[in-house]
């Protein structure tokens, strides 16, 4: 079977030099391939356009990577490599794609950023993140006090820009005031879910796909469905305020964490949104975080008095 891969290999570098000799031949042919190679760039550029800053943005950079592999193990002649990577592509990858959620994750999951974060990232970003999931975290105490159902997605490196489109577009900074108004019932935004996007609220009243395993509680409601189901079709983590029980709830890669407090939602956010995702070895300190957090609650406490 190697064999016949290198007999293959070989025949198409043949082809290739038979083809080129053709067009040097006869200029008609050198027409229609400049136009072959137009119409080509043109539709790429259009698939690009569409695909770009959506889920399937990842799932196409990895499938490109491991055509790259693919191209790099034959010309490098490692023949064993090339031919089951050739046979993956030709007889799975479909199927993959299409029928297997969760190793469709994983081409998205190799397609995203992960790979440039090994030559550092910005402290001051960091610190930012961190005082965000304070934000969100009171916000979700709040509405989970008065027992204001809520839904707070936050995006990780799968971006989710179909699920933004459903929505309302906002770009606002992060605030607690914000998030508890968006929810309050009656308003006209409070309905569905807000995303979070690269330190700002991107959008809120946005759709979100259901979740409708069978292993699920029945108990559950629309929002917990919800907040499985994003966290299974992408990485991103969702947050969820019961208004039955007033309790707060995580979802994150298809599981759910029921009834956390306030300090154990910061942890797990800190956790899976830097710690995890950045790579960071130290937490920072304490104190200053601490200052953040007592800040974020006078503000919030004083807005709230004033009204």
Same mark, same amino acid.
């Given at each position: ?6 007999? #293959?290999?070989?025949? !198409? ?6 083809? #080129? ?5 006869? *200029?008609?042919?050198?027409?229609? !391939? ?20 959506? $889920? ?43 029928? =297997?959620?969760?190793? $469709? ?11 440039? $974060? !090994?030559?550092? !990232? ?25 027992? %204001? ?8 490196? #799968? ?17 607690? =005031? ?22 700002? &609220? ?6 979100? *796909? ?17 907040? &499985?189901? &994003? ?5 991103? %983590? ?70």
């Amino acid at each position: 079977m190697i064999e016949s891969n290198i007999n #293959i290999n070989n025949n !198409f570098w043949i082809n290739m030099e038979n083809y #080129i000799q053709t067009l040097q031949d006869n *200029p008609f042919n050198l027409i229609m !391939f400049i136009l072959d190679i137009a119409i080509v760039i043109l539709v790429l550029i259009k698939v690009f356009k569409i695909v770009k800053e959506s $889920r399937a943005w990842q799932l196409l950079k990895g499938i490109l990577l491991l055509i790259v592999i693919v191209a790099l193990s034959s010309i490098c002649h490692l023949y064993i490599l090339n031919y089951i990577l050739t046979s993956l592509m030709t007889y799975g990858l479909v199927f993959v794609v299409l029928f =297997q959620p969760e190793l $469709r994750r994983v081409l998205e999951q190799l397609g995203s950023n992960k790979i440039a $974060r !090994f030559f550092g !990232f910005d402290k001051d970003f960091t610190t930012k993140t961190k005082e965000d999931i304070y934000k969100v975290a009171i916000a979700a105490s709040e509405l989970a006090k008065d027992k %204001i159902g809520a839904l707070i997605v936050i995006e990780r490196d #799968i971006k989710i820009k179909d699920i933004i489109s459903t929505g309302i577009k906002m770009d606002a900074e992060i605030s607690p =005031q914000l998030l508890v108004n968006i929810f309050t019932p009656k308003t006209p935004l409070h309905d569905g879910a807000v995303v979070i996007s690269g330190g700002r &609220i991107t959008a809120s009243a946005c759709m979100l *796909p259901l979740a409708n395993d069978n292993d699920i509680a029945r108990e559950l409601g629309t929002r917990h469905r919800a907040g &499985i189901g &994003i966290s299974k079709e992408s990485d991103a %983590i969702a947050v969820i305020v019961s208004e039955e029980t007033g309790k707060i709830s995580i979802a994150k890669d298809g599981t759910l964490i029921a009834d956390v407090k306030e300090d154990t939602l910061k942890k797990i956010l800190i956790k899976n949104i830097i710690t995890k995702r950045l790579n960071e070895t130290k937490v920072g300190k304490k104190e200053n975080l601490k200052k953040v957090k007592e800040d974020i609650k006078k503000k919030f406490r004083k807005n709230t008095d004033e009204k």
